[in-house]
């Protein structure tokens, strides 16, 4: 027969691990970090106590097991931040060690000049396209990679970073972290061979999220400069040639904190004109904009301080505007001088990742997960010519930690706690959820088809279809945890992690 007590205890916390899977809810990993070792320890406590006659010698062996498991979490076992997006740990022995990688010697002194510009390769000067929306041009490439396979045109180690690479004239720019160093890397596009490598002594380390710069670098095409955001707020300007810096801000203090956000710089800076706008800190001025050519502070304005997500320039209502997605709410502003055009109230302790998309030419579609509602928000011109916003609609998909959703007429996709789905954007509701590529990324390329960097490294090519899952190609291309959005530059697609980098061509039509 068994005791009672066991099995209530069993039903009770495999009922609740069933619940929290089935419903891929966001604290599904920490619901088995807690429930599975309280499980244990109450277990072995009903089993050192339950019996009468030797309870001491069995709370003894309790005592000693619970000391042994701690010692070995203490001297043998080393956690090494999270094993993906949903906080699942990941644990090595203490003497494993991954290879560290040497200190670049790249200076502007030693600056090479890349190779020429292969055949297929365009621009792509800032994070999510040019217009930092997620929308590429529509393919000139074949989309049936099993017929049609890309070709490996190089593989690189790098350091360690969630940053994503920018393409300008023949240069793929990057961030990583090396050892105490936070650099900005520049390669040959043909070759993957180090032009140049920028240095600045300081380094991030967040046991969860990792080590290394978030940010991924803007390029200036007709200025040649490079404006890059470091982990902890320095703000960057570099020579495109060289690497050499022109000018460096301190954005955390412009914008009146000294608190980085808990997860470490991660929006990338904005082009508006003659300045260059970029988010502020955990709280304080909400954006800050500088001069491209000297820095000096130009504006700065609203007072929520800044999240995860990038400033976008999109026109709403007949205006164009900056939009912020912020710590506890999301702003429009007027490019010129910063003004507050309107806001939208979007309370939340967790982080704000995503970035707005464009339904119509009023509605935009933000999304977060954490328990927190997304929105389809409306912004209407009144009769005096102010823009007020309102919620369309409010509901629990889709999840997005770490993406943004793309929008395809009447639906959007995006990455429901890690698996893609489809949500009618007249009423909010989920249709199709399948299809598990994990807390990766996405990008809109044409008018039918999603580009999916998946966690676990692989690229997929996915069309566009209300009413089913319609993965088309799929490209090994990384083998380990992913979270830095692909970039792909014409025919040129490069993707990297915190281990290593990889650029591919597909293939032309």
């Known amino acids: 027969m068994i005791p009672k007590f066991p099995l209530f205890l069993t039903l009770l916390f495999g009922g609740l691990l069933a619940w929290l899977w089935a419903t891929d809810h966001v604290f599904r990993s920490g619901g088995l970090m807690i429930l599975i070792p309280l499980w244990l320890l109450l277990f072995s406590l009903w089993w050192a106590l339950h019996l009468r006659g030797v ?89 049936d990679w099993k017929a049609h396979p890309p070709r490996e045109v190089w593989r690189i180690k790098v350091g360690d970073g969630w940053a994503g690479f920018a393409v300008a004239g023949g240069r793929a720019l990057t961030q990583e972290q090396r050892g105490t160093e936070e650099y900005v890397t520049c390669y040959d596009i043909a ?51 060289n690497g050499k810096v022109r000018w460096s801000k301190d954005i955390l203090k412009e914008s009146g904190t000294t608190k980085s956000p808990e997860w470490g710089k991660s929006a990338a800076p904005l082009i508006v004109g003659n300045n260059i706008v970029c988010s502020g800190g955990d709280n304080g001025a909400t954006l800050i904009a500088c001069r491209l050519t000297d820095g000096q502070l130009v504006w700065k304005a609203g007072e929520d301080g800044g999240s995860y997500s990038s400033p976008v320039l999109m026109s709403l209502a007949g ?83 770490f993406s943004s959703a793309s929008v395809f007429g009447t639906h959007g996709y995006a990455l429901d706690e890690g698996t893609l789905c489809c949500v009618d954007l007249a009423t909010g509701e989920r249709g199709w959820r399948e299809g598990r590529y994990g807390f990766g990324q996405q990008m809109r390329v044409g008018d039918h088809w999603m580009l999916v960097q998946a966690e676990k490294g692989f690229v997929a090519l996915v069309k566009a279809n209300p009413e089913k899952l319609e993965e088309v190609s799929r490209l090994e291309a990384l083998h380990a945890k992913t979270w830095n959005p692909p970039t792909l530059a014409g025919r040129w697609l490069l993707v990297r992690n915190d281990r290593e980098a990889v650029c591919f061509e597909l293939p032309a039509k």
């Open 55 to 143: 309870r001491l010698k069995r709370l003894g062996l309790f005592i000693l097991g619970v000391i042994a498991v701690m010692a070995a979490f203490k001297f043998l076992i080393r956690y090494d931040g999270s094993a993906d997006g949903s906080a699942f740990p990941s644990l090595a022995w203490r003497w494993q060690q991954q290879e560290a990688l040497p200190k670049l010697h790249g200076g502007a002194d030693a600056a090479a000049v890349p190779s020429a510009i292969p055949t297929g390769v365009a621009d792509m000067p800032r994070f999510l396209g040019t217009k930092g929306d997620g929308v590429l041009p529509e393919p000139d490439w074949q989309t």
């Open 191 to 241: 070759t993957g061979k180090l032009l140049w490598a920028h240095a600045d002594v300081t380094r991030f380390d967040e046991p969860m999220g990792g080590i290394g710069p978030r940010s991924t670098p803007t390029v200036d095409l007709a200025q040649n400069m490079v404006f890059t955001m470091g982990s902890k707020g320095l703000l960057n300007c570099l020579d495109l040639a």
């Open 319 to 401: 205006r164009e505007q900056i939009l912020s997605v912020n710590s506890n709410s999301v702003t429009g502003h007027d490019p010129d001088t910063g003004t507050v055009l309107w806001k939208f109230d979007w309370p939340g302790m967790f982080p704000k990742v995503c970035q707005p998309v464009q339904v119509t030419p009023e509605r935009i579609l933000i999304t977060t997960s954490y328990g927190l509602k997304s929105h389809l928000l409306e912004i209407k011109a009144g009769a005096d010519g102010k823009l007020a916003v309102s919620s369309v609609w409010a509901a629990s998909a889709p999840r997005t930690k």
